[in-house]
């Protein structure tokens, strides 16, 4: 069973800096690629950010310049680093964890707040 975990939500004035936590039960390396996502209220989830298995990163274009992904395989943790936060930022922030093409493991999420 797959469990992913995130913190380091909350809130934070706009220009602020937040780094969210992902938390995987086990070997980050098992996995494709790990991401964040966000939604909004009453929109879709979005991809905010991606690492694949070998390290390459991708990023949308809302994140481009202010968020930047990484991970600690010793413990098990990918990061997203925040700066230079908006209002538009304010979601619950996802993480996610893809393997084999076809299966997708989500968290539970995190909120992030971001006042004007």
């Known amino acids: 069973q797959v469990q992913l975990v995130e913190s380091g939500g909350g809130l934070v004035q706009a220009g602020g800096s937040l780094r969210l936590s992902c938390a995987a039960s086990?070997?980050?390396?098992?996995?494709?690629?790990m991401g964040w996502h966000r939604q909004a209220p009453g929109d879709q989830r979005e991809l905010v950010a991606t690492?694949?298995?070998?390290?390459?990163?991708n990023y949308a274009d809302s994140g481009k310049g202010r968020f930047t992904i990484s991970r600690d395989s010793a413990k098990n943790t990918v990061y997203l680093q925040m700066n230079s936060l908006a209002p538009e930022d304010t979601a619950v922030y996802y993480c996610?964890?893809?393997?084999?093409?076809?299966?997708?493991?989500w968290g539970q999420g995190t909120q992030v707040t971001v006042s004007s």
């Open positions: 086990g070997s980050i390396f098992s996995f494709d690629t």
């Open positions: 996610a964890a893809h393997r084999g093409g076809t299966k997708t493991y």
């Open positions: 690492i694949s298995r070998w390290g390459s990163t």
